[in-house]
């Protein structure tokens, strides 16, 4: 079975460019989750979506940032203009759980660097 | 906010020694969920806990969940190299049933 599938794999782009992440959920899975990870902050939550529908983005950290999945099997995270400090391994994953019991299925990230 | 402390952030053994990682939290879990990272990897589902003081094996890794469900430990048995990585707890958050991901314990095996 196909797991989580992100892209690109790796982004290199220069300060105050647009950047689009890709994911792909498991089929089935009805939560899809954008997490963060820098060795400063951890992993830290951005915003989710059960049954497509953004559920909470109080993790995203500026207006900068944006998300949306226009349907079950794709979903979009999006950075304008970028900046240095959004360089991060940038993580989707899904579950067919939006309440923490069931596992969360993780992609193998976009790597992040803003030049 | 809810919080969850995992102790030790580093730690360095022989291959072929035990490794134990702990989890605590202040306030009662529903649940907590175990993931692995391998370096330059993503987190890997291992293993939910659910009630008070269970008991879960998988081959060489033995995770408990404290009886006040208010902490938990995996227990590693002679590590080997594929042990290598981080290692996450991951209770649910009360609030809005998220889970809360602490800093993660990372294994070193010595050279």
């Known amino acids: 079975d196909a797991g989580v599938i992100q892209s690109p794999r790796h982004e290199v782009t220069e300060m105050g460019q647009e950047v689009t992440l890709r994911c792909k959920p498991i089929?089935?899975?009805?939560?899809l989750f954008w997490y963060r990870q820098t060795m400063m902050r951890g992993l830290e939550l951005l915003i989710y979506?059960?049954?497509?529908?953004?559920?909470?983005d109080s993790g995203m950290p500026e207006d900068r940032f944006s998300a949306k999945m226009p349907n079950a099997s794709f979903s979009t995270l999006k950075i304008q203009p970028s900046e240095p400090r959004d360089s991060a391994v940038y993580f989707c994953a899904s579950s067919d759980a939006l309440t923490g019991a069931q596992p969360q299925h993780f992609g193998d990230g976009t790597r992040l660097s803003i030049l | 906010g809810q919080q969850v402390m995992q102790i030790p952030q580093y730690q360095h053994v022989q291959e072929g020694e035990d490794f134990t990682t702990y989890c605590n939290s202040s306030?009662?879990?529903?649940?907590i969920q175990w993931y692995k990272q391998r370096p330059g990897g993503h987190p890997v589902f291992l293993i939910q806990?659910?009630?008070s003081g269970e008991v879960k094996k998988q081959k060489r890794l033995t995770f408990q969940f404290g009886e006040a469900k208010k902490n938990s430990s995996l227990h590693i048995t002679a590590t080997q190299t594929t042990d290598v990585g981080t290692y996450f707890c991951?209770?649910?958050?009360?609030?809005?049933?998220?889970?809360?991901w602490g800093a993660g314990t990372k294994l070193i095996i010595k050279p």
């Open positions: 089929s089935g899975h009805n939560s």
């Open positions: 979506f059960n049954n497509n529908v953004p559920i909470d």
């Open positions: 991951a209770p649910r958050r009360d609030s809005n049933y998220q889970l809360i």
């Open positions: 306030t009662t879990l529903s649940n």
């Open positions: 806990l659910v009630k």
